[in-house]
């Protein structure tokens, strides 16, 4: 019942109002997925640090991204920053498949052990670099970046499925991000400006 009253108040009352997504937030407890000393603040609204310089986003940014996707539960999807794997964990629910890519061992490590133990099957989680995507799985119907860029990087562009892939994305700089919401069909490409947010720089060859 907690966990459902955040939901309402900070989700559906700002306007997400799937009943999907909604339910995949009510599956994952955010707690699981923060360090010890501050899982008291998982109903809060509020990026927490996870380790490392990085912290797992704000849930509401992370159900506005989510629901820009559009996915019907068939898509494959292809995750950069599995940080914690609460937002992994939550695609899940809402995916066929999800790749998920992450730039620190560490990290990909204890979110894989996590996803595990909640008994979630459709999670493939990778250690590398992001901007390069994953070619070897591609294409994607679906792709989301949970770290700012400067521009779009190419190999994500080029693994999105031509039949109506979507890639959402923060672009700007440490100041000043918003997000961003491609569409593929053939070879047309349609971006499309977004809310503004804030994020940690993605870093790799085609990051911040
Ligand atoms: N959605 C995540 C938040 C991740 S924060 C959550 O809810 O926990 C962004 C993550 O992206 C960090 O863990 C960071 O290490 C990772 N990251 C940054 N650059 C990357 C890159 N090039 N490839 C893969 N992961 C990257």
Redesign the pocket.
């Given at each position: 019942m907690k966990n459902m009253n955040w939901i309402e108040r900070q989700l559906y009352a700002r306007g997400i109002t799937s009943p999907k997504i909604l339910e995949a937030f009510r599956k994952v407890p955010r707690e699981f997925?923060l360090p010890e000393n501050l899982k008291n603040f998982a109903d809060d609204d509020t990026p927490l640090p996870?380790g490392?310089g990085?912290?797992?986003?704000q849930p509401f940014i992370?159900a506005l991204m989510i629901s820009y996707l559009d996915l019907t539960g068939n898509e494959k999807v292809l995750?950069?920053?599995?940080?914690?794997?609460?937002?992994?964990a939550i695609l899940s629910y809402l995916a066929r498949e999800v790749y998920s890519?992450?730039?620190?061992p560490d990290?990909a490590e204890k979110a894989r052990q996590k996803i595990e133990k909640l008994g979630i099957k459709n999670v493939y989680i990778f250690v590398?670099?992001?901007?390069k995507g994953l070619p070897e799985y591609a294409p994607y119907d679906a792709i989301l970046v949970?770290?700012y860029a400067p521009h779009v990087p190419p190999p994500l562009i080029e693994q999105l499925s031509p039949s109506g892939g979507r890639l959402i994305i923060p672009l700007g700089n440490k100041t000043l991000q918003h997000l961003f919401l491609f569409k593929k069909n053939g070879e047309k490409i349609e971006k499309i400006k977004l809310d503004p947010c804030v994020?940690?720089?993605?870093?790799?060859e085609y990051?911040s």
């Open positions: 997925f996870i490392y990085q912290t797992t986003s992370i995750e950069i920053g599995t940080g914690s794997g609460y937002q992994t890519i992450e730039v620190v990290l590398g670099d992001g901007t949970s770290a994020f940690v720089p993605l870093k790799g990051g």
